[in-house]
């Protein structure tokens, strides 16, 4: 048996897989990805049998993915194949790509090249799944577009200043927050509607409470997937942009922004809201003078200084990243130019905040 010449990235890694149907590619195929990827393969649909529909081999299997590699079960998936992930690979046609939204599995799809040499299949295959992956996380990010048309929304910041009895008020409302707002949970009844980290540090460090967490969406950037990090279930993963702009498509990507009130800002544009109120947006660090002056790409190790709301925010021993402000300023000012193109008003109701950037309003003035 040849190598598969493959250098694609790991999205296939540690993954549950099925194949169809028991073929020789088939057996190769998955041989290569148990050793190359850790794949758990669940086996193949159908075992050679005749005459009985695929489908019927699958009934209350869990698993991630479906790789299909035969010309001749075309109209049957086509029809009814009731996954999420499905890639087809007809070696004898014309190369062609589908995106079958206009069917009743509205998020599968079916992709179809012209095999003419079997190595060069070795070669592109998995690079094939990794873009077809690109394309089912954009879809379903694509939902969000002006779901909340119109509509007002609190974005979260987690500065000292914000407070409980603040917080209390806004649970009624569309919000969003990140980091560890959890904090907060123990004394107040809001739960955040959208919950974001951006912040690799943060993420490493608090990875199982992270995940514990609830709400109606979570949005992290794909530099969490694996193999940085298992996959977490419930999560929308974005693409980040290397660089900005102000026409939003969040099923394409975002633009990091250097902190991730940046990329809150940016998912409450691209779902319709017109009115954002900031809180808890101080734009203060007490930096340890130990660290002062040392590269600014080396993390801090807490000192137990109180950058946040809540004093075990960040315990002595852990690590943080170094604020740039010059470049956190610029984003706010790059979300304020990009608010403005959109139509969206941005006010600043922290009850302290050092950032000049956004029209300042009290929160004691806004109705509830």
């Known amino acids: ?37 850790n794949i758990t393969s669940i086996g193949f649909i159908d075992k050679f049998k005749q005459g009985k529909s695929i489908f019927d081999s699958v009934n209350g299997l869990s ?6 590699a035969s010309p001749n079960y075309q109209i049957e998936i086509l029809k009814n194949f009731p996954f999420t992930d499905l890639y087809y690979v007809e070696y004898r046609s014309v190369s062609r790509f589908y995106d079958f939204k206009r069917l009743s599995c509205a998020r599968h799809f079916l992709i179809k090249q012209n095999i003419q040499f079997y ?34 929304a609190f974005i979260l910041a987690n500065g000292p200043s914000l407070n409980t009895n603040d917080i209390e008020k806004t649970k009624n409302d569309i919000s969003f927050a990140a980091n560890k707002i959890w904090l907060t949970f123990e004394d107040t009844d ?24 609830e709400s109606d969406g979570k949005f992290f950037p794909d ?5 940085v990090l298992p996959k977490l279930n419930n ?23 250097h902190t991730v009130i940046f990329t809150m800002i940016m998912l409450a544009i691209y779902m319709g809201i017109k009115e954002i109120y900031l809180i808890g947006l101080d734009h203060r660090f007490l930096i340890p003078k130990n660290f002062i002056g040392r ?18 925010y960040r315990k002595p021993g852990e690590k943080w990243a170094q604020p740039q402000m010059e470049e956190l300023t610029q984003a706010f000012i790059n979300a304020k130019e990009i608010a403005k193109v959109n139509d969206v008003e941005i ?12 029209q300042r309003v009290s929160f004691d003035e806004i109705d509830f």
């Open 1 to 37: 048996m040849r190598e598969f010449r493959s250098n694609a990235p790991n999205v296939l890694e540690y993954s549950r897989v099925l194949f169809a149907p028991a073929s020789e590619l088939t057996l190769e195929l998955q041989k290569h990805l148990v050793d190359e990827f």
């Open 63 to 68: 698993f991630d993915f479906v790789i299909v």
């Open 119 to 152: 190595e060069w299949f070795r070669g592109n295959f998995l690079a094939k799944l990794q873009e077809l992956k690109h394309i089912k996380r954009g879809f379903a990010l694509k939902q969000y577009k002006n779901t909340h048309l119109g509509k007002r």
């Open 190 to 213: 809001f739960r955040p509607t959208y919950y974001c980290v951006t912040d690799y540090l943060v993420m490493t460090q608090n990875y199982s409470q992270i995940a514990k967490l």
């Open 223 to 227: 530099y969490f997937l694996p193999p």
């Open 235 to 257: 999560v929308h993963y974005f693409d980040c942009l290397s660089e900005i702009t102000s026409d939003i498509h969040l099923e394409k990507g975002i633009y990091p922004g």
């Open 295 to 312: 590269d600014t790409e080396e993390p801090i190790v807490s000192e137990g200084e109180v950058n946040h709301f809540h004093p075990d």
């Open 347 to 358: 006010l600043n109701a922290s009850r302290y905040s050092e950032l000049t950037v956004f």
